[in-house]
């Protein structure tokens, strides 16, 4: 069993970044698919950016340009940077890994370990 923290959420104005991590002591990031995925109450999780075993990296449109995501294999950690936040940002964000997910990288059935969330607030 996987378990993944996250941190870095907080509350920014419009047009400011944040940087979110993501740590799993004992594990390996590279042997899994990672991503980050965003909820708002009483809405779907929704994909936001995920990177394969193999270091694909995919973002939903609305991020793309804004939102970078990363590992660092060693630490182990997996970062979202984010820039130029919109109030539309704002959603609880979580981390997800799986063994793999390929082109259903997007669907948040097919990741099997989630963190608590932290929350993004843009105003």
């Given amino acids: 069993h996987v378990q993944l923290v996250e941190s870095g959420g907080g509350s920014v104005q419009a047009g400011g ?3 979110l991590s993501c740590a799993a002591p004992g594990y ?3 042997t899994y698919c ?5 909820q708002a109450p ?3 999780r929704e994909a936001v950016a995920v990177i394969d075993m193999d270091g694909k990296i995919n973002y939903a449109d609305s ?3 804004r939102f970078t995501i990363s590992r660092d294999n060693d630490k ?3 970062y979202l940077q984010m820039e130029n936040l919109k109030s539309e940002d ?3 964000y979580y981390c997800a890994a799986t063994y793999a997910c390929g082109s259903s990288w997007s669907n948040s059935r097919v990741f099997t370990y989630w963190g608590l ?3 993004v607030t843009v105003s």
């Fill in 63 to 65: 991020v793309k340009d």
């Fill in 28 to 30: 390996t990031y590279d």
């Fill in 17 to 19: 970044s944040l940087r």
């Fill in 90 to 92: 704002s959603d609880m």
């Fill in 76 to 78: 182990p950690t997996l």
């Fill in 117 to 119: 969330g932290t929350q």
């Fill in 34 to 38: 990672m991503g980050w995925f965003r």
């Fill in 42 to 44: 009483g809405k779907e």
